[in-house]
């Protein structure tokens, strides 16, 4: 079992910054990943970005390439996600999740609680 626990959610302004962090508990693997998704108002979830735990590897939703980055401290078995210039269209529920290196639901084995993120326009 995994457990998840997010942090860093609240409300921004538009062109914000806000930095979400992810703890990761009990039995990990280093050759895992772990990543973010996001479930906007009324919308299915939707991918954000993905980390591997080893080498760093990442991989970003077209929608937040170059806005946000998604880090680990492995030290510590978390993962951040840096969002800058945010966008009302960001607001929604971000979900940390634990599992393959991909971007579908499907290979999430686990799901943090969801953190709140609101970006006011």
């Known amino acids: 079992q995994v457990q998840l626990v997010e942090s860093g959610g609240g409300l921004v302004q538009a062109g914000g910054s806000l930095r979400l962090s992810c703890l990761a508990s009990?039995?990990?693997?280093?050759?895992?990943?772990m990543g973010w998704f996001r479930q906007p108002p009324g919308k299915e979830r939707e991918f954000v970005a993905v980390?591997?735990?080893?080498?760093?590897?990442?991989y970003y939703a077209d929608s937040v390439k170059g806005r946000f980055t998604i880090s680990r401290d492995n030290a510590k078995n978390t993962v951040y996600l840096q969002m800058n210039n945010l966008k009302p269209e960001d607001t929604a529920v971000y979900y940390c999740?634990?599992?393959?290196?991909?971007?579908?639901?499907?290979?999430?084995?686990?799901w943090g609680q969801g953190t709140q993120v609101t970006v006011s326009s």
């Open positions: 999740a634990y599992g393959r290196f991909s971007y579908y639901p499907k290979d999430v084995d686990y």
């Open positions: 980390i591997r735990w080893s080498g760093g590897s990442t």
């Open positions: 009990g039995r990990t693997f280093s050759s895992a990943a």
